[in-house]
């Protein structure tokens, strides 16, 4: 009996330290950082070509000329920021979102991975809907090539989970666009994106996942027509879709030896 009652004791007691280091287990959460890129900005070109910082500051143009890819840019990337910081912490995870500008300004490309650096990113997203042939539509992640990178396989997959997460929720509004993810190797004379040049400068992002996310096709008209009908609705899902891909991403960072 006396047995019995110690045992039980016992295990109250196991029970109580448990719950109790449960309790403080918050306190040492793994803090995540993310950090989403507004595309383009300002009007003037920042940095330059010769020395791989150059940002352009404004690239397509809905074709009734009513949204800039740079304004929808900051719009997104604000919302899918708040939306993510909004998340609660999952597990032993705190994943918090970052930005790399909040205003209409251009960055130049070195500023963008200078903040992403220091903010110590474990992921990066580059939010545009840059111009095709007016035609073509689907959510598309562009990648460092294979030439330059030193994760391609990696980046790949990141890059294929953001462009899907956006596509199935553009899709439900407009139907036909597939998620596609292809590399940067047309950009800049096959030297590829500056932005991508200035992460494999450092050791701290030359491996991070890292991808530009065209969320859809800028100059094709039934989009125009979309934002004009329901942008803040479209912006909405489409930001608490990423919120939530880009919270798993950064986790699944964690359990990757990199
Ligand atoms: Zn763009």
């Known amino acids: 009996m006396i047995k019995h009652f110690r045992l039980a004791t016992l295990t109250l007691a196991a029970t109580w330290m448990l719950a109790a ?7 040492y959460a793994t803090s ?15 940095g330059t070509m010769a020395e791989r910082t ?6 397509a143009t809905s074709p009734g000329k009513k949204f800039k890819e740079k304004d929808l840019t900051l719009d997104l990337a604000g919302r899918t920021i708040r939306a993510l910081n909004a998340l609660p912490k999952q597990g032993a995870f705190n994943v918090k979102a970052v930005p790399t500008r909040t205003t209409d300004v251009n960055l130049n490309m070195a500023e963008r991975a200078k903040i992403t650096r220091d903010a110590g990113a474990v992921i990066f997203v580059s939010i545009h809907f840059n111009a095709a042939n007016g035609k073509v539509l689907g959510s598309r992640g562009v990648i460092r090539a294979k030439t330059y990178s030193k994760s391609y396989g990696t980046d790949h997959a990141y890059a294929m989970a953001l462009a899907d997460c956006t596509n199935k929720v553009l899709r439900t509004y407009l139907p036909g666009g597939t998620a596609r993810v292809q590399d940067d ?10 932005l991508f ?17 065209e969320v ?12 004009v009908n329901k942008k803040d609705e479209l912006f909405d899902k489409l930001a ?3 919120a939530l891909e880009l ?5 699944a960072t964690s359990g990757t030896k990199r």
Do not use: Y
């Open 185 to 194: 190797s047309e950009l800049h004379g096959g030297k590829g994106s500056n």
């Open 216 to 227: 859809e096709f800028l100059d094709v008209p039934d989009f125009e027509a979309l934002l």
């Open 21 to 27: 280091l449960l309790a403080i287990a918050p306190a």
């Open 240 to 242: 608490a879709a990423l």
């Open 197 to 213: 040049h200035q992460f494999g400068l450092s050791k701290k992002t030359e491996t991070m996942p890292a991808c530009f996310l």
């Open 32 to 46: 995540l950082v993310v950090v989403v890129d507004a595309g383009h900005g300002g009007t003037a070109p920042a």
């Open 247 to 251: 919270r798993a991403q950064a986790i």
């Open 54 to 59: 150059l940002s352009s500051p404004n690239n």
